[in-house]
């Protein structure tokens, strides 16, 4: 049985105090907390981080915070997801017009899926039927099915596509327009546009809470605008930062995290009060997040100054910068905290 982390305690008996059984006891508290420290990583584990200017791969340990490895991998390589059993990641080629799957601990390549055109952001439906791909350049949204990625449907998604959330009961895509200032809804039985609405001024980001709202990020203004999708009505404007840019679950089942890229700035917002907690500066041009498996870190791409912040979240403070490559923008690890919540 692995001893409890808590906070030592002197340890007192009937005779008063027992420094042998104190010294015990302290030992035990540091034993827990190196194993828990242990447990936070996998061995080995690796963070990959793409560089679009670059078009290629970092590899960061996650121990000791440092490039072990940069390798290409394709054109303007933007976003990264897992599959939905965290088995593989896969990275989009929007110029290359491909997939590259990765193994998701080291960041070693493992196979590369050709003629997936123009993948500029990505995502899985929650029931694993269906694997969307955001055409960006091309102003279309690409519907695979899986386990295969057979192209089913093209839908045309005018202007500028750019990122992707889901209905948790996989009913519906859910697509932001950037140069249109839109939302828009796909049905993902048909594989039509079942609606449109407006936003602010250039949407990017998107999330959806357990409670069903969506939670964008317009770029273009300094607020997240939360929609309630069965009502197609935006219900707040929850300032964050300027240049609001990506939505990213803490885990804690409380907040959201939403990077500001002009301002520079994180902006925890908690998504049942909708209140948002004071920002975070962090760098010009932050933009992607993944969180610890503990919840305690926020990594995030500083596209800007090309690098990647490590962010204490219960100081509020980055920790650490670690140079990578120009303009980075996805970044991914294995032991990273939950999404759903």
Known sequence: MIASCLPFRPVVTASGFNLRAAVRALAGVVLAAGIAAACALAPGERAVVLNSGDGTVSVIDRATR???????????????????????????????????????????????????????????????????????????????????????????????????????????AYVTMQDSDELIAIDLTSHKEVWRMKTGKTPAGIWMSPQGLLFIGIMGADYVEVIDPAKRASIKQIVTGRGAHNVFPAGDGSRVLVSNRVDGTITPVDYKTLVAAKPIKVGRGVDCMEVTADGKEVWATVRWEARVAVIDLTGNKPIEYIPVGRSPHGIYFKSHARRDR
């Open 66 to 172: 440092k490039v072990v490895d940069t390798y290409p991998v394709g054109k303007e390589p933007h976003h990264l997801i897992p599959t939905l059993d965290d088995s593989e990641l896969v990275v989009a080629n929007a110029i290359s017009n491909d997939l590259v799957f990765l193994n998701p601990l080291t960041g070693e390549v493992k196979r590369r899926l050709p003629r997936i055109s123009d993948p500029y952001q990505l995502g899985y439906s929650p029931d694993g039927k269906w694997f969307v791909s955001i055409s960006l350049r091309l102003d279309r949204v690409d519907i695979y099915s899986m386990p295969n990625y057979e192209l089913k449907a093209r839908i045309p998604a005018a202007k500028t596509p750019s990122h992707v959330a889901f209905a948790r009961d996989s009913s519906t």
